[in-house]
């Protein structure tokens, strides 16, 4: 069984910066397309970047800002959040065994979610 755990999160200023990570056990990552998602309240679960074969995608709002990356000996996704904005606020979470634009609910493994609170 594939298990995520996701962390990094917290509070920035617009303008900021973070990184999160999401850390797998059970199966190597690499075997599997990774996404990240996010949530906010009133708002769906939305894809906000997603890595598979077929390179890096990302979300319109997050392009140029957001960057997905993994290092497969850690067994470890990353998304690198710079030049935060207030909209970026959400609950976000690591997705694994899925597909990249799918629906959300398609996805069979997920980390338990971090928050990203960006405000001044």
């Known amino acids: 069984q594939l298990v995520l755990v996701d962390s990094g999160g917290g509070l920035v200023q617009p303008g900021g910066s973070l990184r999160l990570s999401c850390v797998a056990s059970?199966?190597?990552?690499?075997?599997?397309?990774v996404a990240w998602f996010r949530e906010a309240p009133g708002v769906g679960r939305e894809e906000v970047s997603c890595?598979?074969?077929?390179?890096?995608h990302y979300a319109d709002s997050v392009k140029g800002r957001f960057t997905i990356a993994r290092d497969s000996a850690k067994n470890t996704a990353y998304l690198q959040m710079n030049s935060l904005k207030l909209e970026d606020t959400a609950v976000y979470f690591c997705?694994?065994?899925?597909?990249?634009?799918?629906?959300?609910?398609?996805?069979?493994?997920w980390g338990q979610g971090t928050q990203v609170t960006v405000s001044s």
């Open positions: 059970g199966f190597p990552l690499d075997y599997y397309a």
């Open positions: 997705a694994a065994e899925g597909r990249c634009g799918g629906p959300w609910d398609v996805w069979g493994a």
């Open positions: 890595s598979n074969s077929g390179g890096e």
